[in-house]
């Protein structure tokens, strides 16, 4: 019977897991929402405003 707990527990979670929102949470803003930078860390491409800042509420 030992053996088989394993395998039980496994079994529960499985069948455990789904997924009810397929919507995602986060919230990106305006555009890509995040500053692009290459390997040097020099900013390419469009900056966002809004990185690395706190929210009103």
């Known amino acids: 019977m030992l053996r088989q707990l394993p395998l039980v527990l496994l079994l529960f979670s499985l ?4 997924k009810s929102n397929s919507s ?8 890509g929402g995040i500053t692009y930078r ?3 860390n020099r900013p390419a491409g469009p900056g966002d405003p ?5 929210d009103a509420t």
């Not at 069948?15 to 789904?18: D, G, R, V």
């Not at 995602?24 to 555009?31: D, L």
């Not at 809004?50 to 706190?54: G, I, L, P, V």
């Open 38 to 40: 290459d390997g040097s």
């Open 15 to 18: 069948l455990a897991c789904s």
């Open 50 to 54: 809004t990185d690395w800042t706190s």
């Open 24 to 31: 995602p949470t986060i919230n990106f803003g305006q555009g």
